[in-house]
Every structure is written in C-alpha cells, then in structure tokens.
C-alpha cells in the first residue's frame, strides 16, 4: 500500500513538472522570443514621402529604421518634378513596426502618350468633359465668325490645326498637353450697332451693354469732380462753358454709336466724378431704398 503510494506520489510530481515546463516554454516563446523576433513594442511612425526625391529616400527611412520598394507602375503629376514620391503605402503617419517596408510610387520622368481625340464639330461643353478624360487640358478659345454658337470649328495642338480625318489616323501627345480652340460665334458675319450709352448713368449703361449681349470693358472716372469743361460749335464760333454732370453718367464710349460691334466684344465707358464719389452714391442711394422710398431715373 505504502509502495502504491509512493508511486503515485512520484507519478503526480512528474505531471507537475512536465505542465510547470510545458508553460515556461509558452511563457519564454510569447513573452521572449516572439517580440524580439518581431520587435514588437519598437513602433514607428510612417513620415510623409510625397514630394521626395528618389535619391533622398534611402537616406530618409533607413534613419527611421523602415525598408522601401518601388512599385511597377509608375504614376505621372504634372504638379511634382520627375522622380518624386507621388503614393505610399503605408500612408503617411501611419503607425507600423520597425523594419517595415514601405510601398513607394515615384512620378514618371516624362508624362505617358494618349491619343488626341476629336473635338470638331462638337461644343465646348463637350469638348472640356472629353479632354478631362483623356488627361488633356483647355487651352485658349478663340472665336470666330461662324453659326453655331459655341461649336468647335478648329482643334489646334502646339499652334498646329489638326482635322479629324488626321486625328482618326491616332495622333499621340503627352498627357496633360493643352488643346486651343476655334469655336463660332453664332452670328456669322453679322455685326450689331453699338448701344448709344452716352448720358445714361454707369449702372444703366452695365445693364444695356449686357442685354445687349456685350462685355463691359474699362470704367474710366473722368474728374475729380462733376463740372466738366465742354467745348461747343455756335454762330459764334467755338465757345467754352462749364456743364455740371451727375456723379456716374456716361461721358464717353469706345467703341462710338456710329460703329457696329459683334457679340462678346467689349465697350469701355468714360464717366464723370470719383470712383469714390459713386460708390457713396451707390450706398446713399441702397439706404434710400432700404427705407421705403424707391429710386427711378429718368
């Protein structure tokens, strides 16, 4: 019975010495071993590489014990000088382990070819949405004496004109290249007078000149103040008298009412007093309105 005992004893220690062992062991790898194998608790934050340069960037990471690769395909930006970092992964300020490699897009030397589409015939409109998609851009538009407002008469590439029987032949040009326009104007050769806006105020003249489908062009204030010398023709000979004028009326025009103008031309105005002076007429006659007591010009 003692001998029984005795061996189960025996027996029990050894289980207990093999569990005690069995849980050192999986203390040492988890606690021991594995974090210095993974460095774990060593963390480091991801700095931001977009804009670096290329030769820069061993220098930069290996100071901040972090790896690097360059993917395959390579991006393109016109905003950033060849060889730059243009992606990362992981992203900047990003938390990751020492040793790390960082997955890095640099900007291509020169910018990728793409086949230059055809933008005749259709609108403007149109042709802004299809350069986008290709990565190209708008140039200059220029208009021209044609019906059709806003339809594209001419595409033109380096100041060179290109039709689209050309283009359908597959012209290459460098991503982000500008594309100038010819586009009609609507009225053909049709020319329209020029609005007499002589005598009116600035405002009213604004609101004539672009009813009239025109652009305002230069605000020229004549005086200092609202007595201008005026020269005048009578059986007399020529005369000098001095005419006072309201602060703002239109003095003079360029082009003259006995000219014509096409549409989307622009007319620049001569006016009396100060810019000063018109902006307080401008808030004088606001608060007058805002009071009740509505304004009408003769």
Not at 42 to 55: A, C, D, K, R, S
Request: glycine content about 8%.
């Amino acid at each position: 019975m003692k001998l029984y005992a005795k061996s189960i004893k025996g027996l029990l220690i050894q289980i207990l010495a093999f569990i005690a062992i069995g849980v050192g062991l999986v203390l040492f790898f988890f606690y021991v071993y594995l974090p210095g194998l993974t460095n774990h608790g060593e963390i480091v934050t991801v700095p931001n590489l977009e804009g670096v340069q290329f030769e820069e960037l061993d220098e930069f990471l290996t100071k901040r014990n972090l790896r690097y690769t360059i993917t395959e395909d390579s991006g393109y930006s016109e905003e950033h000088p060849p060889q730059v970092v243009l992606q990362q992964t992981p992203k900047a300020y990003s938390k990751v382990k020492e040793n790390r490699k960082i997955y890095i897009t640099l900007n291509r030397v020169s910018p990728p070819t793409v086949r230059m589409p055809c933008l005749v015939d259709g609108s403007i409109k149109n042709a802004q949405a299809v350069l986008k998609s290709y990565g190209l851009r708008l140039g200059e538009i220029k208009y021209k004496a044609a019906l059709g407002v806003n339809s594209v008469l001419e595409q033109l590439y380096n100041d060179e004109s290109y039709d689209c029987e050309d283009i359908e032949k597959g012209i290459l040009i460098p991503k982000g290249s500008k594309i100038d326009l010819i586009a009609a104007d609507g009225f053909g050769k049709k020319r329209l007078p020029v609005p007499d806006l002589i005598g009116k105020s600035l405002d009213e003249a604004e609101f004539t000149i672009i009813g009239s489908g025109l652009n305002l062009g230069a605000v020229i204030f004549q005086k200092e103040n609202d007595e201008i010398l005026v020269e005048t023709n009578d059986s007399t000979g020529v005369s000098v008298e001095v005419r006072s004028y309201e602060i703002g009326e239109v003095l003079d025009q360029k082009p003259g009412v006995e000219q014509t103008i096409r549409i989307g031309q622009t007319i620049d105005l001569w006016v009396s007093g100060t810019r000063e002076a018109y902006e307080e007429k401008l808030k004088q006659d606001s608060i007058a309105q805002a009071e009740g007591g509505a304004l009408f010009y003769e």
